[in-house]
């Protein structure tokens, strides 16, 4: 790995403390030697390689919490407030360290920029966290992954942000975008599209919304409602009504493991966020329908789809997505749904009554749940996604049968993903038409032309988007 940086002396902005000298350690993880570092922090730096290397958050988290560090249900959140807040905070703790490094952060090694910012992170925004064991740790860390030098450039930083924590004041950058993009921590030219379709104070509730924290949502299934309503205050879960979605409950309590409950681990339900339960509402499937789901990983929706469809047949194209899956309709012990490898642009299936395609998107819609993918995307995805959605809408037409009707859907809130594929697919295929569910079906609210229109900043829930299609009778 290439070093950018000397040493604490040329490094930092101002006079720097000398080497670590504080007690290390508090109490998040356990620690693998006297004067190791928590395996906490290990597994979030490891985290922040793999996003790095392209990795989605979700899926490097799960792995290295568990099957890596196997860390008990308390490490784990507390990695997650780590990881997930740092990634929400990025620019905030970016301004504040590039004061305190000399000539600034960009010339320095990506992996020790990341250790920097998990310490800054802890020093100012995690109040269980001591200052010193945030130093320390993190000093231990940069020497351990980086060298002495490192090591040293860490603690000059830190202590020096430490020391002026009550006097941090944000740069005020002269252009509007700049300064949103500074306080919220989200790149530029997302914001730039989001301003000119909705004006800043819209957008801003936006970022707000995208900042704050993902409630965990129940669905009940196999049982009603206020059955496990009942159950879960029982297990001294404290719950309340979900926006939007019917019969959804929010957890209002921490939950250290959901195995812990007794109603998921009979199968009494299953987390979903609303605005993934309004997609499947909206599609208002037949009763008795058979059903494929070509994009179904990681399985939610063919879960809620299997409440009035005879058969469902979810498909996905990665094996490893696929498992949770399995996993859900294991445990929820559905006996109609059917998970197989597929590539949704080439289906494997005969026509049949209806088909979901919850397309590969930006997810701008799911920010507050993938603070990473603010920071993956560039201009180019929506070429490139669109591409891929224009392929998989088209393939998914010739497998849904004559009168059938086909859904296509994204959690993207972007127009490119969403109307502009809608409208290009009924322009290239007369022989469909826009059909919306009856009335009533979901809340007026959600619903534009038609079409299902979720949005975080005006309903409190995940963004989503959906299009509910016929086929003509005769259609071939």
């Not at 921490?254 to 997609?279: C, I, M, N, Y």
């Amino acid at each position: 790995m290439t070093r950018r940086w000397n040493d604490s002396r040329s490094a930092v902005g101002g006079s720097g403390d000398g080497g670590a000298d504080a007690p290390l350690g508090d109490a998040p993880a356990r620690v693998a030697t006297p004067a190791g570092v928590t395996d906490a922090r290990a597994a979030a730096a490891a985290i922040c390689t793999d996003l790095r290397a392209g990795e989605l958050l979700d899926g490097s988290f799960d792995r290295r919490v568990g099957d890596e560090y196997h860390l008990d249900a308390r490490d784990r959140r507390w990695t997650r407030e780590l990881v997930y807040g740092m990634l929400r905070r990025r620019s905030r703790l970016d301004a504040f360290l590039n004061e305190r490094v000399r000539n600034g952060i960009a010339r320095l090694d990506a992996d020790l920029l990341d250790l920097l910012r998990l310490g800054a992170f802890q020093l100012l925004h995690m109040g269980s966290v001591p200052a010193y064991a945030a130093i320390a740790q993190t000093v231990e860390l940069a020497k351990r992954r980086h060298g002495i030098g490192a090591s040293k450039l860490a603690n000059a930083v830190l202590r020096r942000l430490d020391r002026e924590r009550d006097a941090l004041r944000l740069p005020t950058p002269s252009d509007p975008l700049d300064a949103l993009g500074l306080e919220y921590s989200h790149p530029r030219w997302l914001l730039a599209r989001w301003v000119a379709r909705w004006g800043e104070e819209e957008t801003r509730r936006l970022l707000e919304a995208n900042n704050g924290e993902a409630p965990l949502v129940a669905r009940p299934y196999h049982a009603v409602r206020e059955q496990l309503e009942a159950m879960l205050e029982a297990a001294g879960v404290r719950v309340e009504d979900a926006p939007l979605a019917r019969d959804s409950i929010v957890l209002n309590s921490p939950v250290s493991s959901l195995t812990d409950l007794g109603a998921f681990r009979q199968g009494l339900f299953h987390l979903q966020d609303p605005g993934s339960t309004l997609v499947t509402q909206y599609a208002c499937v037949p009763t008795g329908a058979i059903v494929a789901d070509l994009c179904a990983a990681p399985g939610g929706k063919s879960i809620e789809l299997s409440r009035n469809a005879s058969r469902v047949y979810a498909s996905d194209i990665s094996f490893g997505r696929l498992r949770r899956v399995v996993g859900n309709i294991h445990r929820l012990e559905i006996g109609h749904v059917f998970p197989y490898v597929a590539d949704a642009r080439m289906p494997t299936i005969k026509p049949v009554d209806f088909v979901l395609i919850d397309v590969p998107c930006t997810g701008t819609g799911t920010f507050r749940r993938h603070p990473d993918a603010r920071w993956r995307l560039k201009p180019s995805d929506l070429a490139v996604l669109g591409a891929l959605q224009r392929a998989i809408f088209r393939a998914a037409a010739e497998v849904v049968r004559p009168g059938g009707l086909l859904v296509y859907s994204t959690c993207s809130l972007e127009p490119e993903e969403n109307d502009a594929q809608l409208e290009a697919f009924l322009a290239e295929n007369p022989g469909w038409r826009l059909e919306p569910p009856p009335d009533g079906t979901v809340p007026a609210t959600v619903l534009d032309a038609g079409r299902l229109r979720v949005l975080p900043q005006r309903h409190g829930i995940d963004g989503a988007f959906a299009a509910r299609l016929r086929r003509t009778e005769g259609e071939q």
